[in-house]
Nanobody
């Protein structure tokens, strides 16, 4: 099973940007698609974005469309999530997941996984 380590979170003002990283180990990076999710205390985890094994196919949740960008670097076994034009409602813990083989799988409302990293905190506040 893959292990994921998320990093790059922090405190940023509204309108600012952050780049989150998801370092994957324990499973061949090239065979897994990667998904990013976020969670606010008391709420369910929410799909943000996913990327295929090749990096050619990407999906975004409605909250991320036109503001966030997902990419992957096979040499570094890392997936990035660029967060732009951040809003206070983007405040959450962001998690990545490497439990599926296709990017589309992460978009399902029925998506479930027991395998998560520790997450990285993003706080958008003035």
């Amino acid at each position: 099973q893959a292990q994921m380590v998320e990093s790059g979170g922090g405190v940023v003002q509204p309108g600012g940007s952050l780049t989150l990283s998801c370092a994957v180990s324990g499973r061949t990076f090239s065979v897994v698609a990667i998904g990013w999710f976020r969670q606010v205390p008391g709420k369910e985890r929410e799909f943000v974005a996913s990327i295929s094994r090749s990096g050619d196919t990407k999906y975004y949740g409605g909250l991320a469309k036109d503001r966030f960008a997902i990419s992957r670097d096979s040499a570094e076994n890392t997936v990035y999530l660029q967060l732009n034009s951040l809003k206070p409602e983007d405040t959450a813990v962001y998690y990545c997941n490497a439990d599926r083989l296709t990017a589309e799988d992460y978009t399902s409302a029925d998506f479930y996984s027991d395998y998560w990293g520790q997450g990285t905190h993003v706080t958008v506040s003035s």
